[in-house]
């Protein structure tokens, strides 16, 4: 089990984008140079995340993206989800109707335990995820990197 | 993000072997039928398990595979890190120390607040995954699976 790098790519770009001064855009590539990452697979996660309303992108000679709520209403898992897709990682195969052990239909209106935990384990997993926001994020930055990082990003929007 | 096949397999062999007779084995093509999983495949997966410590794998004519401690002292987890790897599926790639933005060294002594963000949700899904055990998983059968599969496990047993 392994997350896309773009899930760190993304968050950062987001809490990035959080500093940038209202109404501004950042280019991908701004946005790719501050981190040093390739531009060209930045810009496919960019995308992802535009499409999943977590980003606005403004085409044009001064376009480039902004976050498309407030920082405080975009959550980690909003991105994460934007990057990832929202499907679970386990996916049951319902083993327990096949072979010489085969539960039959009827006693499997309810979900498999097994399933039914792994279920579980991944809501622990989005409910850690949907308790912080970019904006708590950006709060948690060591001290003098939220002004940095703001002087930075005014310099690079347009 | 996925995960293997093997998790369902692994944790339905698991239980399955919870109810075998005490110190009684099945041979991995026991388990496979019971659950009709191809059997190179799944004998993959079980020796994982049993590398982990899970499973103990006994050779022979009479060999198989019997579970190497009572099932309440195995936790779902265990059968997950061991056919997953207790690898977290978020790698820090520490990039805030990279490009335009680098943050100098002295200001990353504490981890950045987007690993330590999703180090914190993937100890909540193994914290949730810790806490039930194989004996847990058994008991949560709908009624009479557990007698059936233990009749079936039974005969497979040598």
Same mark, same amino acid.
């Given at each position: 089990m392994k997350l896309s790098q773009g899930v760190e790519w993304g968050l950062h770009c987001a809490a990035l984008l959080a500093l940038a001064p209202p109404g501004m855009t950042v280019r991908r590539e701004g946005l790719a140079g501050h981190y040093a990452l390739p531009v060209t697979y930045l810009a496919k996660h960019l995308q992802a995340m535009a499409r999943a309303g977590v980003l606005h992108a403004v085409t044009g000679p001064r376009g480039g993206? #902004? %976050?498309? #709520? !407030? !920082? *405080? @209403? =975009?959550? +980690? %898992? @909003? +991105?994460? /989800?934007? =990057? /990832? *897709? !929202?499907? !679970?990682?386990? +996916?049951?195969? /319902? =083993?327990r109707q096949r072979g010489t052990g085969a539960v039959p239909p009827e006693s499997c209106r309810r979900p498999c335990a097994i399933d039914a935990l792994m279920t579980q384990a991944d809501r622990a997993w989005r409910d850690s995820l949907r308790a912080v926001t970019i904006a708590d994020l950006v709060d948690r930055y060591p001290p003098g990197l939220r002004e940095r990082n703001a002087e930075l990003v005014a310099k690079a929007a347009s």
């Open positions: 993206y #902004r %976050l498309a #709520r !407030p !920082p *405080g @209403d =975009i959550t +980690v %898992l @909003d +991105v994460v /989800e934007a =990057i /990832e *897709g !929202p499907a !679970p990682p386990f +996916v049951c195969q /319902e =083993i």
